[in-house]
């Protein structure tokens, strides 16, 4: 009911915050790149692993698919090594 909800204004400028060509180009990702993005601390429970998986699963039916990831934490390593074993470095 409209009486139970409570809106928080906020959120992301995107004309300041876009993937534009810029940011594609600085990074390698091609223009028509379908674009996953994760920003999160490097720990287990952040169930990385899972989306590595669903990735190698997908790439098949969507090969633009890139998936970039910004953070750090104690499963760096292991995430990187797991990415290189997945065939998903590139």
């Given at each position: 009911?409209?009486?139970?909800i409570?809106?928080?204004?906020?959120?992301?400028?995107?004309?300041?915050?876009?993937?534009?060509?810029?940011?594609?180009?600085?990074?390698?990702?091609p223009?028509?790149?379908?674009?996953?993005?994760?920003?999160?601390?490097?720990?287990?429970?952040?169930?990385?692993?899972?989306?590595?998986?669903?990735?190698?699963?997908?790439?098949?039916?969507?090969?633009?698919?890139c998936?970039?990831?910004?953070?750090?934490?104690?499963?760096?390593?292991?995430?990187?090594?797991?990415?290189h074993?997945?065939?998903?470095?590139?």
């Open positions: 009911p409209p009486h139970r409570d809106l928080l204004p906020g959120g992301v400028d995107t004309d300041l915050f876009s993937p534009g060509p810029p940011c594609r180009a600085r990074f390698g990702w223009p028509d790149a379908l674009l996953v993005f994760a920003a999160c601390r490097l720990v287990e429970k952040k169930g990385l692993p899972l989306l590595f998986d669903a990735l190698v699963q997908l790439a098949p039916r969507w090969p633009r698919l998936l970039a990831i910004a953070g750090d934490g104690p499963q760096r390593s292991r995430l990187v090594s797991l990415a074993s997945l065939g998903l470095s590139s």
